[in-house]
């Protein structure tokens, strides 16, 4: 059987690859967590999560799926609102679903009178706030004089009227982190390939250890996976 999870974007599945790896590495007992596909949003409105879920429903029995996982970033929208969004999606592609209370919680969905699905979801965040680049800001494990300085910067901005938002602060935040205190000499001769979210495969590939997996920050996420744990 599959478990499937539902990502935002490329760089959202790259992550939890990276840390689905570096849990499992440690398993000496339990069952591994195991994802065998990932179906991304490219951004997220209702329509294309709900989407989604409908193209699962349609293959489901064909590709064996058994729990489907939903991986959005929270933003500002707080859990309940996001719960909402979810629910309306699950509500509209499967009859008579259970309701989704709570994140890391699995429900039953009846497909038909022999096929069941479990289905559970997590809002990326940082204290019910945020996305990717908010949690890699959090994790962060480098000396990181560059990225630092850039509360400077903000409060410069802020003082002369200006503003920026988190979620934008973040993004930059983090991608000076990876082109000034991450990235060696030899890579910054290809920073665009080797320096920059643009290509966060290579990073996660090739340097995963500027971010600290075992931050309680990921304590969440890591509950959540843990729904995914398989005998193989």
């Given at each position: 059987m599959s ?19 570096h ?34 429903k ?8 058994e ?38 919680e699995?429900?039953?969905l ?6 069941e ?41 802020t003082?002369k ?15 000076i982190?990876?082109?000034?205190d991450t ?7 290809q ?25 309680p ?16």
């Amino acid at each position: 059987m599959s478990n499937i999870l539902i990502v935002e974007s490329k760089n959202d599945k790259i992550f939890l690859e990276a840390l689905i790896k570096h849990i499992n590495s440690d398993i000496q007992v339990d069952p591994p967590i195991f994802v065998d596909d990932y179906e991304e949003l490219k951004g997220l409105d209702q329509a294309k999560l709900t989407i989604v879920l409908e193209d699962l429903k349609a293959s489901l029995i064909e590709r064996g799926i058994e729990k489907i996982g939903i991986v959005i970033d929270i933003d500002d929208q707080g859990t309940d609102r996001r719960l909402e969004m979810v629910n309306n999606c699950i509500k509209n592609v499967f009859d008579n679903p259970e309701a989704l209370n709570n994140t890391s919680e699995l429900i039953k969905l009846t497909i038909d009178d022999v096929t069941e699905i479990e289905i559970a979801c997590y809002f990326t965040n940082v204290d019910n706030q945020g996305e990717l680049e908010t949690v890699l800001k959090a994790i962060k494990t480098k000396d990181n004089p560059h990225a630092e300085c850039l509360n400077d910067w903000r409060k410069c901005l802020t003082n002369k009227g200006h503003k920026i938002t988190n979620k934008d602060f973040d993004k930059f935040w983090v991608s000076i982190y990876l082109r000034y205190d991450t990235c060696s000499k030899n890579e910054q001769k290809q920073a665009g390939r080797k320096c920059g979210m643009s290509n966060f495969g290579y990073i996660m590939e090739h340097k995963s250890n500027i971010w600290d997996f075992e931050h309680p920050i990921l304590k969440d996420l890591k509950n959540f996976l843990a729904l995914f744990k398989t005998e193989i």
